[in-house]
């Protein structure tokens, strides 16, 4: 799961931040010779655009590893329950929203 988080956090960096590269556009797309301005107004919508195309394949990657987290949330309970039987299986998930919540707690003393 930290490459499926490592790679969204890649397409948010990338799709959200600014850099120099974007400065140097602004810069070029503002003053200038007309030709140079119109190049770099040409490249600030490419820019634009390619990020839009990369916000949409970061949704979907979300939305990809949110489904395959939750299967893998129901293989865990499926095996579980398998090997220690379905009682304690269910047992052990009602107590899941207590042990959450001591978890919550805990962490916020650590912080």
């Known amino acids: 799961m930290s490459l499926i988080r490592s790679i969204n956090h890649w ?32 490249a600030r919508f490419f820019l634009w655009l390619s990020r839009k195309i990369l916000a949409l394949l970061m949704q979907a990657g979300a939305a990809l590893s949110a489904s395959l987290s939750r299967q893998m949330e129901f293989d865990a309970d499926r095996y579980s329950a398998r090997v220690v039987g379905a009682r304690v299986t269910a047992a052990t998930l009602s107590e899941s929203p207590r042990l959450d919540a001591a978890a919550r707690a ?3 003393e650590v912080s």
């Open 106 to 108: 805990a962490w916020s």
């Open 11 to 42: 397409f948010a960096r990338v799709v959200y931040e600014r850099g120099g590269f974007d400065s140097e556009l602004e810069t070029h797309a503002e003053g200038g010779y007309w030709m140079k301005r119109l190049i770099a107004q040409i």
